[in-house]
């Protein structure tokens, strides 16, 4: 992916998590996320994900 792919997968996501609503967005995003993990296929490399997406947070 380069970066204008990046930028539209940003900005599709954030139109779906504003269409799940803040009732729904964690939901929305653990599904999405094991939809994607599903994907990927290889549960090592999605813990390795996981970790990287939990850094930097604050």
Do not use: C, T
């Amino acid at each position: 992916m380069d970066a204008n792919d990046i930028e539209a997968l940003w900005a599709a996501l954030a139109e779906a998590v504003d269409q799940a609503g803040p009732e729904r967005e964690a939901l929305f995003l653990a599904k999405l996320a094991l939809l994607l993990g599903r994907e990927v296929g290889d549960l090592d490399r999605v813990r390795a994900l996981l970790a990287v997406a939990l850094r930097d947070l604050d």
